[in-house]
């Protein structure tokens, strides 16, 4: 069973950074892979996704700040996050998905447990 495991996770202050890592069965290269997160009372919504291509897509809200990539030989995508700020505040989600790989829910269908960011101001 393919899985995928969410590690990196913390609590920082406002403009601090965090790098998150996922660890994957999957050979990453192939496939379209993203980042979600969820804050407390709203929809998960997507962060950043990176297709089988190398084809990158952000949210706006992230653009600038958050950097994702795959690695390759220890199949890994991972997320470096800089000038945090409280509104990055959310659990964070690791996902294989497929079609177009724009970070939207429906196109993602494995999805980890979820590594916790917490941005204090």
């Known amino acids: 069973q393919r899985r995928l495991v969410e590690s990196g996770g913390g609590s920082v202050q406002a403009g601090g950074s965090l790098n998150l890592t996922c660890r994957t069965s999957?050979?990453?290269?192939?496939?379209?892979m993203g980042w979600f997160r969820q804050a407390p009372g709203k929809e998960r919504e997507g962060v950043a996704t990176i297709n089988d291509n190398g084809q990158i897509t952000y949210a706006d809200s992230v653009k600038g700040r958050f950097t994702v990539s795959k690695d390759n030989v220890a199949d890994t995508l991972n997320l470096e996050m800089n000038n945090l700020k409280p509104d990055d505040t959310a659990t964070y989600y690791c996902a294989v998905g497929g079609g177009s790989c724009r970070p939207l829910q429906q196109n993602f269908g494995t999805w980890g447990q979820g590594t916790q960011v917490t941005v204090s101001s």
């Open positions: 999957y050979t990453v290269r192939y496939f379209c």
